[in-house]
């Protein structure tokens, strides 16, 4: 099966390059190219195609702006290329299935277009953590801070720790509490506290590890035992010695 690729750059030393890179593959087919935004916007709806190497920063409609105007359900595999590397955290947010950033070597667009095969054929796809692993290099080297890794069969955020209100367990999975929105991650409470404690996070209990800057009040319930209650209103039972607790909000 051929696969149809959509080329988009406003530069034609860029698309170049991603054609000369497809040039051996004979299961690619170049149904077209598109040097802005809305004509990657026409192409994709004339041409169809499967996968797209999409530019960011183009005149007209960013990259961003081309993948909101594709209807749902239209929108095929879409590998971002970019020279700059500030709009990652966003591609992927927005399920793109790759982020090359220019001038990429052959060999890593060799991974991504791998990865596009097998999602686009229905197969695993190729693990993402290599260059999931340098983003997150990233991210960290910006703010200082750990940033979680959630997946999803429709894209992957990174979750800052400082926007976590609190950690429940549930059975081998974690929910990461964040204002109104629930995040699972399949990882250990023990793996959890050791990447968060240094951020200003605290284990009350075997279930639960709280942000302590998002604790308004403690109430007692019984001898030695007392409900944490948030800012955002959520009741947690803290079995922790109240010293320990103390001696984290006073330190």
Known sequence: MKIRCLIVDDEELAR????????????????????????????????????????????????????????????????????????????????????????????????????????????????????????????RAIDGGPRILVKSPEKILFVRAAEIDHVEAAGNYLVLHCGGERHIVRETMAAMVKRLEPSGFMRISRSSIVNLSRIRELQPISSGHYTVILKTGAKLDMTSPLRDLQERMSG
């Open 16 to 139: 170049e390059r991603v054609r000369s890179l497809l040039a051996d593959e004979e299961d690619i087919q170049i149904a077209g190219e598109a040097a802005d935004g809305h004509a990657a916007v026409a192409a994709i709806e004339e041409y169809q195609p499967d996968l797209v190497f999409l530019d960011i920063q183009m005149p007209g409609l960013t990259g961003f702006d081309v993948i909101e105007a594709i209807p749902e359900g239209k929108l095929p595999t879409v590998i971002f290329t970019t020279a700059y590397d500030t709009h990652a955290v966003r591609a992927f947010e927005i399920s793109a299935l790759d982020y090359l950033l220019k001038p990429f070597k052959p060999a890593r667009f060799r991974e991504s277009l791998e990865r596009a095969r097998a999602k686009i054929s229905g197969n695993s796809p190729v693990p993402a953590e290599p260059a999931l692993g340098t983003l997150m290099a990233h991210l």
